[in-house]
């Protein structure tokens, strides 16, 4: 018994140094098959093409990011006013050249590698058709910020409304994916630009103010004209550099319910018409008080 069991455990021993021994020499053919000059040849070749490839890709990289600045710096020198837009358009310029370059660098890498790069393509178009239904909105986005941009719709610091989101603002920034405004009560709104279909813009020409004072014609109409004509004078010389035009006395107009008042039309700058129409309508109020004129304040109701 023994014996026997010994001679079973000798047996198997030896099947696995049998086998060890095989798959040595199967590594060892196979070693000894590989043709290590062409191996050392091809990785030379193709070593020395992805140092070339390297260099060349660098060098259009520079030249070409040189020649977008240098092109962009020109139209900077010619513009006087806001350069946002060509600041803009200059950033997405580059970000389009990179991403471009980068795709062809890469398809060069993996083509001198030897990857079958028309079997990834074919793999990255179906992927990519995938992504891009889910991706519509971003695109339109990016689309339509790239024309408010080029065509100068809107500039950072200037006053619009957006009629059909019923919103408005100065803008604070405008990006090609979205723009910002930021209201009067403080309140930040960003605004995807897919949103924006019509763009009222208050800053590109100067604002009219209309000024109303309330009057008693019967207490002397022509008198109130000179006295409101005095404070015009007097404040149009005070912010001639806000106004543009004016201020002209427009003369009385009927506001209802047998109210009238007294008009003051002028054209000023951009953001000053709330301050302005403030300071004049305090001060025609306190001269014609001062002077025993009166204000009325009945209700004005129009039928």
Same mark, same amino acid.
């Given at each position: ?8 455990? =000798? ?8 086998? &060890? ?58 513009? &006087? ?14 970000? @389009? ?37 889910? &991706? ?18 809107? =500039? ?55 000024? =109303? ?29 806000? @106004? ?9 107009? =009927? ?26 309508? &305090? ?21």
């Amino acid at each position: 018994m023994l014996f026997l069991t010994v001679q079973t455990t =000798d047996s198997t021993g030896f099947d696995v140094v049998d086998q &060890a021994t095989e798959q040595l020499s199967v590594w060892q053919r196979y070693w000894d098959s590989i043709d290590w000059n062409s191996v050392l040849s091809a990785l030379i070749s193709k070593g020395i093409t992805l140092i070339a490839i390297l260099i060349l890709f660098g060098i259009i990289r520079k030249v070409g990011n040189f020649l977008i600045t240098q092109s962009f710096e020109r139209q900077k020198r010619k513009v &006087a006013g806001s350069t946002t837009r060509i600041e803009t358009i200059h950033t997405l310029s580059a970000n @389009i050249f990179s991403y471009t370059l980068f795709f062809f660098f890469l398809y060069s890498v993996l083509d001198t590698i030897g990857i079958p790069v028309g079997s990834l393509l074919a793999g990255a178009g179906i992927a990519g058709i995938a992504i891009g239904l889910g &991706a519509q909105g971003f695109m339109n986005d990016i689309i339509t910020g790239f024309f408010i941009i080029l065509e100068q719709q809107i =500039d950072v610091g200037d006053y619009i409304k957006l009629v059909n989101l019923q919103i408005e603002g100065t803008v604070t920034s405008v990006g090609i994916r979205m723009v910002q405004l930021k209201a009067a009560d403080g309140t930040v709104h960003f605004i995807p630009n897919r949103n924006i279909t019509t763009i009222s813009n208050l800053s590109r020409a100067h604002m009219q103010v209309l000024i =109303d004072v309330r009057i008693q014609p019967n207490e002397g109409y022509q008198e109130i004209n000179q006295l409101i004509q005095q404070v015009n004078e007097r404040l149009g010389k005070t912010y001639k550099q806000d @106004i543009f035009d004016g201020p002209n006395l427009f003369g009385m107009v =009927d506001l209802g319910n047998s109210n009238y008042a007294i008009r003051t039309v002028m054209y000023v700058t951009n953001g000053k018409q709330l301050p302005l129409k403030e300071e004049f309508l &305090a001060a025609y109020v306190k001269e014609l008080t001062d002077h025993g004129y009166t204000i009325p304040n009945n209700p004005i109701t129009i039928a």
